[in-house]
């Protein structure tokens, strides 16, 4: 029997088996369910494709951004508060005992009622393509038992991250880290010098990079250049590549091409064209 899949007004349902669901939610920040969309009515596995400051009920706070994957607990209270324009996301929800099957592997203290106990992780760009490249598959028509694998695949490879053993951070370096993130995510387009987000976090830079670096797998460079990329997709088929470039704050649009093709392994021309 399919999933069953409680849609809000701003979700529509893609692809539903007895394993895997898989939706897109779109909330304009001026609809009024773009504070509060109620409760969620899954576990559930968030994709975002914008920015947005996301409060659960229970005092975890961060900006959601196509650079990281959300998790959220069925019935988890949460609200947003604006930095993009739209809350534009897709999801992904896994039958319960798959989902508990896969969790036990990462987290043995996982609990049914509550399987995830971090917020947010952050998304490599292998992965960061081939969930698009996934989401896109859809408007075609597909087999079911190909969805499913990719999904879980895809799935495992987001919990690999999120539970990967790293260096042990001190608490106020992690701190520090976690609002250099935030600050980034709220302005990638901004050149804010490191030293500025350094001084933001009150710690050292060099405390700063070394713990950024252990908690995130990358660059705080790197991170603002993913954020902005990511972004971009969305625009590659409705905006001229140059004032793509000028929007995302590169000098030119060489420039800009040159650092897609090193993230990507594609010029944005070729991009556009596979999507």
Sequence with gaps: MPLDIHLKPVETLLFRSDVVAIGKFR?????????????????????PR???????????????????VAFYNQHQRYTRRQVSEIDASDWYTIADDVLFDLMARYDSRSARERPFRIAETTIDTSTFVLQRALFDSLREPHDAGRIEESVLA??????????????????????????????????????????????????????????????????MTHYRHSLRLRLALDRLHT???????????????????????????????AFRAKS
Excluded at 183 to 194: F, G, S, V, Y
């Design 239 to 269: 905006t001229d590549l140059s004032t793509l470039a000028q929007d995302l704050g590169y000098a030119s649009h060489s420039h800009f091409t040159a650092v897609f093709r090193r993230h990507f392994h594609a010029t944005p021309s």
């Design 154 to 219: 895809i799935v495992d490879r987001v919990l690999q991250r999120a539970y990967r053993v790293t260096p042990s951070i001190a608490p106020s370096h992690r701190r520090a880290a976690q609002h250099a993130q935030t600050l980034l995510a709220r302005d990638p387009i901004a050149n804010t010098p490191l030293r500025t987000i350094a001084a933001e976090a009150g710690v050292s830079l060099v405390q700063l990079c070394r713990a950024f670096g252990a908690q995130t797998g990358s660059t």
């Design 27 to 47: 909330c304009s920040a001026t609809h009024p369910l773009y504070r509060d969309s109620g409760p969620c009515s899954h576990h559930t596995f968030v994709f």
């Design 50 to 68: 914008t920015l947005t400051e996301i409060r659960h009920a229970d005092g975890a706070t961060f900006t959601g951004s196509p650079n990281g």
